[in-house]
């Protein structure tokens, strides 16, 4: 520990020489903050992602460094809430070689999206592509269930020399709901809804969702054999697991019925599973291997995955440098409890912060908690290493980069999400921590765009909220208890600490900055 602690001693103070000004645009920390996430977001639009995954060139294409020839074989098939505009942007470059395809995008996203202004989102009136709308509240329904059926049927009919690509974006297990016979819709709503309810990971659910499913875990790629498959995945999931995303239907993988049966053991809810769940889960052969045209065959796909929190954040780094900060992407996986991630937060803020060499303590609190939270000792090192440089050498303001899906305990009855309340929690972290002219400043957002039952996708706070807060006789801690971080910030300063990007057509999970302004020098 000593060792690794020593790589965080300051270099001697060097001056104002070398600094840069991150108020250069005349734009408040605040506003800088806001614009970062507003760059990340930009960076994963539907249409973005797809532009720059396919190289066309006359009849071929090249996507994830492979070569596909297009011979008017292309059809396409989709499931998510970005999928729309995915698809849009497919049919703009490969139209003219789509014979059709089928979407299965939230319900009412069309009109949504036409009265946000989004129309390049959408498919023209002339489009080959069909639009399924279904799934509301983002639970399978009768109008996805048609949709996986049409789905399915179009992926049944494709011979060898056909090219499917699949778009696949967060969402896409409700959209895309197959229930291996016989188990009914119901049944497997009510499996998805009481493991949500229990608590249970996306890992967890997902790995449920495959196994009764005939398009999850493959089904889809299995199908659609001998076509040629090509999947682009918009990924919501921590560390882009592709055989989770969308619970993964053009990814061949081992089923395990014992490992279903200890989830939902580990969740008590084993005894209560209904006998047409059992009875599939007990079938030894694989899941589509009855009544189908391909029984011994696994499919094969191409899986790119063309948008991330990864990408995300490394553009919200180049835009941040434009700004005057030196960008230092901590990790794209930040998950746990939120009281744990502001608690980070709080410390790398104090660490970057003080004046003087920061107490060794901290960055061995920072090391402890770091991995609670998902963040790897290395990256925990390479971050505060550039924050010590950033206050010992010289280079002026920083900028912290994170992303991921923290986890929020709910007490309350109140109204707020995780990312309100991890900006509210960092905020009291920060406290104290003021600097001329503007201290540290965090961001927490949903780049979907909302943030829990909300209008807003997360907040923005600094070291004066605190006492903001005690002047409008706002208390905190009771916000807190109840959950109701959204309340709080709609009647702090009239709601102008809420980040409100209305519908961003995306989602990469959330996306955290902490900007760190320049550190008033030490004259010696
Ligand atoms: N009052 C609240 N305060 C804090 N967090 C809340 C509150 N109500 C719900 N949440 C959290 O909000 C999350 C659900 O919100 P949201 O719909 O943004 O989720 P999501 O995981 O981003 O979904 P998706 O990926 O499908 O968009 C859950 O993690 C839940 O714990
Ligand atoms: O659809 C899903 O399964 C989730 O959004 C994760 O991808």
Not at 58 to 86: P, Q
Not at 218 to 237: E, F, K, W
Not at 484 to 504: H, I, K, N, Q
Request: glycine letters at 10%; proline letters at 6%.
């Amino acid at each position: 520990m000593a060792r690794i602690l020593s790589l965080f001693r300051p270099q001697p103070f060097l001056g104002l020489l070398g600094r840069r000004n991150p108020t250069f645009c005349n734009m408040s920390i605040d506003s800088q903050a806001r614009e970062t996430f507003r760059a990340a977001v930009e960076a994963v639009q539907p249409d973005t992602v797809v532009r720059q995954s396919i190289e066309r060139n006359g009849d071929s294409v090249v996507i994830d460094g492979r070569r596909l020839t297009l011979s008017h074989n292309l059809h396409l098939v989709g499931f998510g809430k970005a999928v729309l505009g995915m698809a849009a942007e497919v049919e703009r470059i490969l139209g003219d070689h789509l014979v059709r395809g089928v979407i299965s995008v939230p319900h009412g996203i069309q009109q949504t999206l036409q009265q946000h202004g989004k129309s390049h989102l959408l498919l023209e009136a002339d489009s080959r592509i069909k639009v399924m709308e279904g799934a509301k509240h983002n639970l399978p329904d009768d109008d996805s269930l048609k949709a996986a059926e049409g789905i399915k049927q179009l992926a049944t009919d494709l011979t060898e020399k056909d090219l499917l690509l699949v778009l696949i974006s967060g969402g896409g297990s409700a959209l895309l709901p197959a229930p291996i016979p016989p188990i009914s819709l119901q049944e497997k709503l009510d499996v998805t809804r009481r493991l949500a309810a229990a608590g249970a990971t996306i890992q967890e659910l997902n790995t449920v969702r495959r196994a009764l499913s005939l398009l999850k875990g493959g089904g889809l790629a299995h199908h659609a054999h001998p076509a040629q498959v090509v999947s682009l995945i918009l990924s919501d999931v921590i560390g882009d697991p592709l055989d989770l995303i969308a619970s993964g239907p053009t990814v061949t993988c081992e089923m395990w019925p014992e490992e279903v049966l200890s989830i939902l053991e580990r969740h008590k809810l084993l005894s209560s599973m209904p006998a047409s769940v059992t009875q599939v889960l007990a079938r030894q052969s694989p899941r589509w291997k009855e009544n189908d045209k391909h029984s011994d065959s696994p499919g094969e796909a191409l899986n790119a995955v063309i948008g991330s929190n990864t990408v995300a954040l490394t553009c919200a780094g180049r835009r941040v440098r434009e700004l005057g900060f030196r960008p230092v992407v901590l990790s794209p996986g930040v998950c746990g409890n939120v009281r744990l991630v502001s608690r980070l937060y709080g410390l790398l803020a104090r660490f970057a912060c003080s004046r003087e060499e920061p107490p060794p303590e901290i960055a061995a609190e920072v090391l402890r908690l770091g991995p609670e939270v998902g963040v790897e000792s290395w990256d925990l090192c390479r971050t505060m290493q550039v924050l010590g440089e950033g206050r010992a050498e010289g280079w002026g303001a920083t900028c912290v980069l994170a992303g991921g899906e923290p986890t929020v305990e709910l007490t309350g009855k109140g109204r707020g999400g995780r990312n309100q309340e991890l900006a509210l929690r960092v905020g009291l972290e920060l406290r104290g921590l003021e600097l001329p002219p503007q201290g540290p400043v965090f961001l927490s957002g949903g780049t979907d765009g909302q943030d829990g039952p909300t209008e807003a996708a997360g907040a923005v706070t600094d070291a004066g909220l605190y006492d903001e807060a005690r002047a409008q006789e706002l208390d905190i801690d009771s916000f807190l208890s109840n959950n109701d971080s959204y309340t709080f910030f709609s009647r702090l300063s009239a709601g102008e600490r809420l980040l409100v990007p209305g519908l961003t057509c995306t989602n990469v999970m959330d996306v955290h900055v902490l900007l760190i302004p320049a550190i008033p020098i030490k004259i010696s």
